[in-house]
């Protein structure tokens, strides 16, 4: 009876270190409100490139990760299609913001990047985020756009990882 209750108190011990380890907070941002001081990450959080091109010019960056930016490959080219709705819609009279907000809807952004993440090396790089989250490291995901007005591939990204994580944590 003394080992069962030894077993448990272990159990719950084990519990409450794994509920504050996983306390971290998962953040999105973009490179100009790094660099203006807008965002403000801490010196032990993780900062992480997911866009197409790198940033050799930011520092503060830990580590790019191409495989999470939209795709751009023959086989899957997403982010050509939002471009070139994107252009059209501004040769259209649109401004920036709305074309680029339109554009994303007509070539179903959403639905088409979060089936890209499905990938093995996407999934990869998000196993790898939630188990730096699970350490209780604060994680941004960081890329070029400025998402106050307009649509940006994070805010998919930053939901899977988010489903995902809370599903390896319950």
Request: aromatic share 10%; glycine share 2%.
């Amino acid at each position: 009876y003394i080992q069962y209750i030894y077993l448990t108190l272990e159990k719950m011990i084990e519990h409450m270190a794994s509920s504050l380890s996983s306390s971290a907070t998962l953040h999105e941002t973009y490179l100009q409100a790094l660099k203006l001081g807008y965002a403000d990450p801490n010196q032990e959080d993780t900062l992480l490139c997911v866009a197409r091109i790198p940033v050799p010019w930011f520092t503060n960056i830990d580590e790019h990760m191409r495989v999470l930016a939209p795709p751009d490959s023959p086989s899957n080219p997403l982010f050509d299609a939002f471009y070139t709705a994107k252009v059209q819609n501004i040769e259209t009279g649109m401004d920036h913001d709305t074309a680029h907000n339109e554009a994303a809807k007509e070539v179903n952004f959403r639905k088409r990047y979060r089936q890209h993440l499905h990938g093995d090396e996407q999934q990869a790089a998000i196993n790898k985020i939630i188990k730096t989250l699970s350490t209780g490291t604060d994680v941004w995901l960081v890329c070029y756009a400025n998402t106050d007005n307009v649509f940006c591939h994070r805010e998919v990204l930053q939901e899977v990882i988010t489903e995902k994580f809370n599903r390896t944590v319950d």
